[in-house]
């Protein structure tokens, strides 16, 4: 069980074929790879080669994937040619490519054939090859499978660095791995050095933490995740809202208030944190009245538009019915 | 696999924001955490207070966070030490037990043995072989590069000796964005604080006022 928000309508198609990608086997990560190359196209740090599948890329992969299906039915046989990316020079590439629209027949009926050394005679081969287009099979599936999956990771390891690039300011220039791992690793230090920072300063502010949280954390916890939507509220003396009923205070610290300011979450916070009380009362703690939700629909009598410069949050003694609410900050009053 | 899928679920990609929820859990644990530390005493020394305060945030994150690697990894470092651990129980309650228990790592993609040494193999004859001249000194050196900052990157996310290559970035992408959010949170807890000093201060200047308006 975890704390997760599905926001359904916020998924890109994508990691369901990377979760699909994950799932699958080598059979399946040919179509999928192609389904990955269309959508993100390829960014990597060796363009030369990546951009020559990349021109051909509806015509290659399909090929390619009619390719390996006849080749997962034939053991230790597999196509060289659309798999060799990590290898060779660009020329190379750029033949094979062009050339292997019309050769598929005969690559298939190379793939009986074997190689019988390892990367130095597939490296010499290469040159015949592009003349004849017979993919030679290589020695076994490891190279093929291994090939596929290298460029399947490089697929996602630069789909999750554009992710990245969003989300570090500052980084649209930035291209290439090495610069953008630098920017990150530069971000995340920051930010952990804030977090030292901002320890330090509350540990130096020392707050008096002797009040109930469940009460007001989740009227603050509205407020701070919705800094836009203020409740409006008038706080008529005699009127007791059963909606916001908060712990009960010392009625020397007592203290509720009204905030002019439009971005008071955080005097709100404040607000109710002073209300530094020596010992907790839970028995006046009205968890259950404090309904956030309610709340929202609260100050619908009101007119917001007239009282939108009024913010206020109100405190209110749970046994005395006379009202020791003081304003703290605010000036204007209707 | 439901990790990935969980990961963009939590964090909806386009706005790269944590989720409110994820911020009402962490104001919820840190103020507990806060509390539970007894940060409002005076017998603590201020760099006490800080590792308290860092503690409890830190946990708070990775609580509210839910079950990730970097989270795991969070709680199980800072329940190392003993003196953290009854902390970390109150804190957490039932989710520490969650949050410690090893998970073996699943989420690789799945790929034979054979598969992998076969194609080791190939790697290394290809770098013992031959390799083409042209872009052999610039392509290394871009390699070492990013090797050396993809290590720097392990040591700063936690948990993350553990991982490599798109799931390093993805732990990076998810752990990022709970930082900013618990920078973010702290920043306005801190103002919340501050505020109420001054606050209280003010307490007897406006009871008056209070009256005042009481009596409309």
């Given amino acids: ?334 | 696999m439901p990790r990935l899928l969980s990961l963009y679920l939590a964090f909806p990609i386009t706005t790269m924001q944590a989720s409110n929820t994820f911020k009402q859990a962490f104001l919820k644990r840190m103020l507990l955490g806060l509390q539970l530390a007894g940060v409002s005493s005076k017998c603590m020394t201020i760099q006490e207070r800080k590792s308290a305060i860092k503690l409890s945030a830190d946990v708070a994150m990775a609580c509210a966070r839910g079950s990730t690697n970097w989270s795991r990894a969070i709680v199980t470092d800072l329940s190392k030490q003993e003196k953290n651990k009854v902390l970390l129980r109150s804190i957490l309650g039932k989710d520490f037990e969650r949050l410690i228990k090893p998970c073996h790592h699943t989420w690789k993609i799945p790929r034979s043995k054979k598969i992998l040494k076969r194609s080791f193999r190939e790697c290394s004859r290809r770098r013992k072989g031959l390799r083409a001249p042209h872009g052999l000194a610039t392509s290394v050196l871009a390699r070492v590069l990013v090797k050396k900052r993809t290590q720097v990157l392990k040591r700063l996310i936690p948990g993350g000796e553990y991982l490599d290559g798109s799931y390093l970035l993805d732990e990076t992408l998810d752990y990022a964005i709970s930082l900013r959010a618990q920078v973010d949170l702290m920043q306005r807890l801190s103002k919340a604080f501050e505020a109420s000093k001054l606050g209280s201060h003010n307490v007897c200047t406006l009871q008056a006022r209070g009256d005042s308006y009481a009596d409309k």
């Avoid at chain 1, 130096?204 to 007001?216: G, M, Q």
């Avoid at chain 1, 836009?228 to 203290?255: E, R």
């Fill in chain 1, 1 to 334: 069980m975890d704390d997760y928000v599905c926001n359904a309508g916020d998924l890109v198609p994508l990691p369901t074929s990377m979760q699909s990608l994950n799932n699958s086997n080598d059979h399946d990560t040919s179509g999928t790879a192609s389904y990955i190359h269309d959508q993100i196209g390829i960014h990597d740090t060796r363009p030369p080669i990546i951009s020559s599948i990349a021109n051909d890329a509806g015509k290659e992969t399909s090929t390619k994937n009619s390719r390996k299906r006849k080749v997962e039915n034939i053991s230790n046989q597999k196509v060289g040619c659309g798999n060799t990316t990590k290898d060779g020079t660009k020329d190379k590439r750029m033949k094979e490519g062009t050339e292997r629209g019309g050769a598929t027949e005969e690559s298939q009926k190379a793939n009986s054939k074997k190689e019988a050394s390892g990367d130095a005679s597939k490296r010499s081969m290469k040159p015949a090859k592009s003349e004849c287009i017979h993919v030679r099979a290589r020695r076994g599936q490891a190279t093929d499978s291994h090939s596929l999956a290298e460029r399947v990771r490089r697929e996602r390891i630069s789909e999750r660095m554009k992710y990245l690039q969003d989300l570090v300011p500052g980084c649209n220039k930035i291209t290439g791995k090495a610069g953008m791992l630098d920017e990150i690793i530069n971000y995340v230090q920051s930010l952990q050095r804030q977090v030292e920072f901002l320890s330090m300063k509350l540990a130096a502010v020392n707050p008096r933490l002797d009040f109930h949280i469940d009460n007001f954390f989740d009227r603050e916890i509205d407020l701070a995740c919705n800094p836009g939507v203020m409740p409006m509220f008038d706080m008529p003396s005699k009127q007791w809202n059963p909606y916001i009923q908060f712990n009960s205070l010392h009625p020397t610290t007592a203290c509720c208030g009204f905030d002019v300011d439009m971005c008071s979450s955080d005097r709100i916070l404040g607000r109710t944190m002073s209300m530094s009380m020596p010992a907790l009362l839970p028995d006046t703690i009205l968890d259950s009245s404090l309904n956030v939700h309610r709340s929202s629909s609260y100050p619908s009598s009101w007119d917001i538009a007239g009282l939108h410069n009024i913010y206020g949050v109100e405190f209110y003694q749970g046994r005395r019915p006379d009202l020791p609410f003081q304003s703290l900050q605010g000036d204007n009053f209707p």
